[in-house]
């Protein structure tokens, strides 16, 4: 086998790209900005540099934990330029970390004390593996990593933290956010049970079965709908688009635990994980729009946008 193609290589960003699971950046994306839409001193570039920030996040946070399990991936993922050795953990550690610092330093520099949130959450980033590996550790480790979001997004607009943590709409907001991505955290577990057995990790859904998965991931979804709706309740008629995309994101969930339920194997689950993905994102998307009406027309946008960028993975059965 050839040596990996290190960053200094042209050949290193296109599988590099592959790692990043652009396809998933909408997830932090749109529930950062809910963060970014519960303030309004942050205008203009410093706008667009935190939105950028935000939806990057998610891809190189993911390209950090691969690092750490290549054990179950190589088995649920082989296509993946980092289990098949086109490109290396070093390598991508490095640049992983680098672009986690350069999106840490946007925030920084809207406000300084955004540095202690975001390096708490690259330190859970590097320690979810350890968690994955216990049935009872890796959804809520994962959850309050991205419920985290929300919270530097108002950080952003300024204040210091423990301050920030009590205003209005915050708490609701992260609420949000764990519930929901703790459904996708669980039923993502579905589509590698084997591999994830094989490999030795204790999932929820390897401990007790799928169908508890299923379950437990549905509970998780009731307490992101409990938040949502404490954030929303004052706002829920402020936007008609708002409003559709967050009703239209529930009802999704709902529908797709549904269709989870006779799931019996691993390539049965990617494909529907797709359509639990996107009613996490536009639930928060909605929640912004609602928040923050302007922004409405390109949240719209970026909803319409996310459901063929989800469709064109490299694999129907990962997401």
């Known amino acids: ?6 960053p200094t290589d042209p050949q290193f960003w296109p599988r590099y790209w592959v790692t990043l699971r652009p396809y998933l950046f909408f997830v932090s994306g749109s529930v950062g900005w809910v963060g970014l839409a519960l303030g309004d001193r942050v205008q203009g570039v410093g706008l667009a540099l935190a939105m950028l920030a935000f939806f990057l996040t998610y891809g190189l946070g993911q390209a950090l934990t691969d690092t750490t399990q290549i054990d179950t991936d190589s088995l649920s993922a082989p296509y993946r330029p980092l289990v098949r050795g086109e490109i290396s953990v070093p390598h991508v550690l490095a640049v992983s970390l680098a672009g986690l610092t350069a999106c840490a ?10 540095l202690a949130v975001s390096l708490v959450s690259v330190v859970g980033l590097a320690t979810y593996t350890v968690l994955k590996r216990r049935w009872w550790g890796g959804p809520p480790w994962n959850s309050w990593i991205v419920a985290l979001l929300p919270l530097i997004g108002l950080l952003a607009h300024g204040g ?7 205003q209005p709409g915050i708490r609701p907001a992260m609420l949000s956010a764990f519930g929901t991505y703790a459904t996708f955290v669980l039923l993502g577990y579905l589509k590698d049970v084997e591999a994830d057995r094989a490999s030795g990790y204790d999932t929820f859904a390897v401990h007790f079965g799928r169908r508890p998965a299923v379950l437990a991931s549905a509970a998780f979804g009731t307490l992101g709908l ?14 008609l688009a708002g409003l559709g995309l967050w009703g239209l994101g529930f ?3 709902a529908a797709v635990h ?9 390539d049965e689950a990617g494909p529907l994980l797709v359509y639990g993905v996107l009613g996490l994102v536009w639930i928060h998307l909605g929640e ?9 027309p390109f949240l719209l946008i970026v909803a319409v946008v996310a459901l063929p960028a ?5 694999s129907r059965e990962q997401v």
């Not at 409990?226 to 936007?239: E, H, I, P």
């Not at 989800?310 to 490299?314: Q, S």
Request: no cysteine; charged share 15%.
């Open 258 to 266: 549904v269709r989870f339920l006779p799931v019996a194997r691993d």
């Open 310 to 314: 989800l469709l064109a993975r490299p």
């Open 105 to 114: 330093a946007v925030f920084a520099w809207l406000n300084p004390w955004t």
């Open 160 to 166: 210091r933290p423990w301050e920030v943590v009590l």
């Open 1 to 6: 086998m050839s040596a990996p193609f290190p």
């Open 288 to 296: 912004a729009a609602l928040l923050r009406p302007g922004w409405a």
């Open 226 to 239: 409990v938040g949502s709706l404490a954030l929303v309740r004052t706002v829920w008629a402020d936007s």
């Open 251 to 253: 009802a999704g969930l």
